[in-house]
């Protein structure tokens, strides 16, 4: 597969959370630790893109040099992208959060916006966007476009299932945002949905299945 920007976490802790996950005895409350454990695991991978800033702290002995974060924001795209946010949260306390509400067509597979609440500091922050599926990948370039609007130039996107088919399209339409995700799936069915997958994201963490 010719993709570019795209990371993939090799790790055996990552890779026996997401057998857990996509297990479809998996119950509720477990799917929802397991996706905060692996988007811990996401955040602790990307955060290599946090620009640092030096600054001169005190021990109780002596001076030394310490960094501090420039501003991060996470944007979770409604409804499923919730599920990652405590755990990117639990990284990077002090983060900014913005909501992009977004559901996808059924029929057509296009995103359809909702709603949209951003910060106003996205010119200057390193902007995680957070959704654990990337299918056709329609969501995930419509929410960087609107993040983009709004200001943002340091863009991540990250997710817990990538299908190629999307990861071609957001390299397609947006080539300077880079992917980091948790597993790499096979393709799409002719429902849109990732094989192997997990089925509905947000309805396996909202139990609405
Ligand atoms: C899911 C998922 C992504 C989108 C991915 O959301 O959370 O946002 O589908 O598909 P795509 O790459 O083909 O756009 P869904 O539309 O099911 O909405 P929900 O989060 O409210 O369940
Ligand atoms: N959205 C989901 O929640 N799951 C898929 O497999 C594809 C899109």
Redesign the pocket.
């Known amino acids: 597969m010719n993709v570019t920007n795209f990371y993939l976490l090799d790790n055996n802790l990552v890779k026996n959370k997401v057998s857990l996950l996509r297990d479809k005895s998996c119950s509720c409350s477990n799917f929802r630790k397991l996706a905060k454990d692996l988007s811990i695991f996401l955040c602790y991978e990307a955060s290599k893109n946090i620009k640092l800033i030096n600054y001169k702290l005190e021990t109780p002995i002596e001076e030394t040099d310490g960094v501090r974060f420039q501003p991060v924001t996470f944007v979770s795209?409604?409804?499923?992208?919730l599920g990652m946010i405590s755990g990117a949260l639990e990284c990077i306390p002090d983060a900014s959060v913005g909501h992009i509400g977004?559901?996808?067509n059924e029929e057509t597979?296009e995103?359809v916006r909702y709603y949209c609440k951003l910060p106003k500091n996205m010119h200057e922050s390193v902007v995680f966007v957070l959704?654990?599926?990337?299918?056709?990948?329609?969501?995930?370039c419509d929410a960087i476009s609107e993040v983009k609007k709004e200001g943002a130039k340091n863009i991540i996107f990250l997710c817990l299932i990538a299908a190629p088919e999307?990861i071609k399209k957001l390299n397609k339409n947006h080539p300077d945002v880079k992917i980091y995700a948790a597993s790499l799936d096979r393709e799409l069915n002719s429902n849109?949905y990732i094989m192997p997958g997990l089925g509905?994201?947000?309805?396996r963490i909202f139990n609405t299945v």
Do not use: V, Y
Not at 77 to 81: F, P, S, W, Y
Not at 131 to 140: I, K, R
């Open positions: 795209i409604l409804r499923a992208g977004m559901f996808r597979l995103p959704d654990p599926m990337l299918a056709t990948g329609g969501s995930a999307g849109g509905d994201a947000g309805d």
